[in-house]
C-alpha cells in the first residue's frame, strides 16, 4: 500500500511526567491529526497557555487547536465516566471534544469493578505494592489479553448491559476471594453502586463520539499524506516488556506500542522524538538507581512543583540516569530528543549525571535483569550549573554556556541529537535548535 506520509512518535524515555502533553501541544501546528496509542486516565498530561493550566487524562493533546483531529486509538484504554469529566471540563473552556476527537470502538473499557480490582489486587500485595493510580489499568489490560474484556463498540450492541453483568460478576468473585472490603471502597467519594449509575449514565456522551476503525482512519490519513502524530502515555522505563517489571504499567509504551495501538505498520513509522527531563522523577514504587535522598533531592520536588497530576503523589527525584536513557533510546528508535526542565536546576552550582552503573564491584552500561534486586551504585560527572534564569531567552544558541555543555553531553551519551528544549511550563517557552 503506498502511503504519502508516516506516523511520527512523541514517547516519554523516563518513568513518565517528562511533560509530553506541553510539547504535544506546541508541535501540533505541525501536524493534521493527534493520536494517543496506548495507557489510559492513568496519564495527566499538564498543558500550560495564557495563564491557564489543563490536565488531561485519556483526550490527545491536541485537543486545544479546533482545527486538527484527535484520535483514541484501539490500544487506550477508556474510562466512560473520567472521558465525560474531561470533556466537561474542557468545555467550561469553550472546547467543543466531541467535534474533533474520533474514538476507535476496539478501544477497551474500564468499568468500576476494574477499579475495585485494582484497590483489591494492591491492597494484597502489602508491601511490594506497585503503587499503581488506581484507575483500573491493570485488571482492564488483563481482560483484554484473557479475551474477556469490552471495548467502545460494545457499548452499541444491545446485549451489552448482560456481558457487562457477567464481567462485573466475575471481578466480585475475584475481589471477594482477596478478601478485600467492597462495603467501604470508594471511587471519588462515591458508594461502587454510585458511581456505576455515574458510569452508565455517560455511555450516553461516549456513544455520541464518532465511533470508529481507528486503524483505517488513521492508514487512510497516510495516504492522503496527512501527518499524523502519535502521542506516548507513560514512559519508556515504564514498559510492560523493557520497564522495571513488575514495577511498571501494563500497556507498551515504547515505540512498538504505535503499531500495534493504532494499527499502523512498523515501515510507517516516521521520526520518533523522546523526551527527558533534565533530571529524573518516578512516581510510585520501583527500582530508581540515581534517586536522591538528600537536600538536593527535595529542591528538586520542591523546584519542580514535581507532584502527580492524577493522583497528587509526591514524585521521587533524582540525577538524570544516562544508562537507562541509552536503554530507551535503543527502544525506541528515537531520532530526536526533547529536554525538559533544565530551569529547575537554574541555581543548582553543580549538577551530576549518572554515566554508568557499578554492580558487584563491577562497572556496566546494562541494565540488569535483576533490576530490583541488585544494589545499584550510580557512577557520576559533574558539570558547572549555569546559576542563572533561563526567563526570556528566546532562542536555542542563547541558552547560557554550562547549559549548552550539559546538553551536548546527553547527545554524546546517547548518540542523539537535541531538537528541543523546554525552559517553563509555557507552550512559548520550547525551544527548537
Ligand atoms: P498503573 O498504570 O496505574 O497501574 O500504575 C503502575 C505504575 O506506573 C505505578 O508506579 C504508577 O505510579 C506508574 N504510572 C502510571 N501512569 C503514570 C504516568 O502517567 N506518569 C508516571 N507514572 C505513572
Not at 515504564?238 to 499502523?264: H, K, Q
Not at 538528600?294 to 492524577?310: N, W
Not at 532562542?395 to 528541543?420: D, G, H, K, N
Request: proline share 5%; with cysteine.
Amino acid at each position: 500500500m503506498q502511503l504519502k506520509s508516516k506516523v511520527d512518535v512523541l514517547l516519554g524515555l523516563q518513568w513518565g511526567d517528562e511533560g509530553k502533553g506541553k510539547v504535544v501541544d506546541v508541535l501540533t501546528p505541525r501536524y493534521d491529526v493527534i493520536a494517543r496509542f496506548q495507557g489510559g486516565p492513568n496519564a495527566g498530561h499538564t498543558l500550560e497557555f495564557n495563564g491557564m493550566k489543563h490536565v488531561l487524562h485519556i483526550i490527545p493533546s491536541g485537543i486545544f487547536h479546533p482545527d486538527k483531529l484527535n484520535v483514541i486509538g484501539n490500544g487506550v484504554l477508556i474510562e466512560p465516566a473520567i472521558l465525560s469529566q474531561e470533556v466537561e471540563a474542557l468545555r467550561g473552556r469553550q472546547v467543543d471534544a466531541t467535534r474533533n476527537l474520533y474514538i476507535s470502538k476496539k478501544a477497551h473499557l474500564i468499568l468500576p469493578s476494574h477499579r475495585l480490582l485494582d484497590a483489591a489486587n494492591e491492597q494484597a500485595k502489602g508491601n511490594a505494592k506497585i503503587g499503581s493510580t488506581l484507575k483500573g489499568i491493570g485488571p482492564a489490560y488483563t481482560d483484554k489479553i484473557a479475551r474477556t474484556g469490552l471495548r467502545v463498540g460494545d457499548t452499541l450492541e444491545f446485549d451489552f448491559g448482560e456481558k457487562y453483568e457477567l464481567l462485573k460478576l466475575q471481578h466480585l468473585q475475584m475481589v471477594q476471594t482477596l478478601g478485600f472490603d467492597t462495603a467501604s471502597f470508594r471511587i471519588d467519594g462515591m458508594t461502587l453502586e454510585d458511581y456505576e449509575r455515574r458510569w452508565m449514565e455517560s455511555l450516553q456522551l461516549l456513544r455520541s463520539f464518532h465511533l470508529i476503525n481507528s486503524e483505517y482512519f488513521i492508514n487512510d490519513c497516510l495516504r492522503q499524506g496527512k501527518r499524523v502524530l502519535a502521542e506516548g502515555a507513560q514512559g519508556s522505563m515504564l514498559d510492560i516488556d523493557f520497564g522495571s517489571y513488575p514495577f511498571v504499567t501494563s500497556s507498551s509504551t515504547v515505540t512498538a506500542g504505535v503499531c500495534s495501538g493504532l494499527g499502523v505498520a512498523p515501515s510507517a513509522i516516521g521520526r520518533v522524538m523522546g523526551i527527558t527531563k533534565a533530571y529524573c522523577t518516578r512516581v510510585g514504587a520501583g527500582p530508581f538507581p540515581t534517586e536522591l535522598f538528600d537536600d538536593t533531592g527535595r529542591r528538586l520536588c520542591e523546584l519542580g512543583h514535581e507532584y502527580g497530576a492524577t493522583t497528587g503523589r509526591s514524585r521521587r527525584c533524582g540525577w538524570i540516569d544516562l544508562p537507562a536513557l541509552r536503554y530507551a533510546c535503543m527502544l525506541n528508535g528515537v531520532t530526536d530528543l526533547i529536554v525538559t526542565k533544565p530551569d529547575v536546576m537554574n541555581d543548582f552550582e553543580e549538577v551530576l549525571m549518572c554515566d554508568s552503573y557499578e554492580i558487584g564491584g563491577r562497572c556496566t552500561d546494562e541494565l540488569p535483569f535483576e533490576f530490583n534486586a541488585v544494589e545499584i551504585t550510580p557512577r557520576w560527572v559533574s558539570y558547572p550549573g549555569w546559576k542563572q534564569s533561563l526567563a526570556g531567552i528566546d532562542s536555542y544558541s542563547r541558552l547560557p554556556q554550562p547549559l549548552l555543555r550539559y546538553l551536548e553531553a546527553i547527545e554524546q551519551a546517547v548518540q542523539t541529537p537535541v531538537m528541543a528544549v523546554s525552559t517553563s511550563p509555557d507552550r512559548k517557552d520550547v525551544l527548537f535548535k
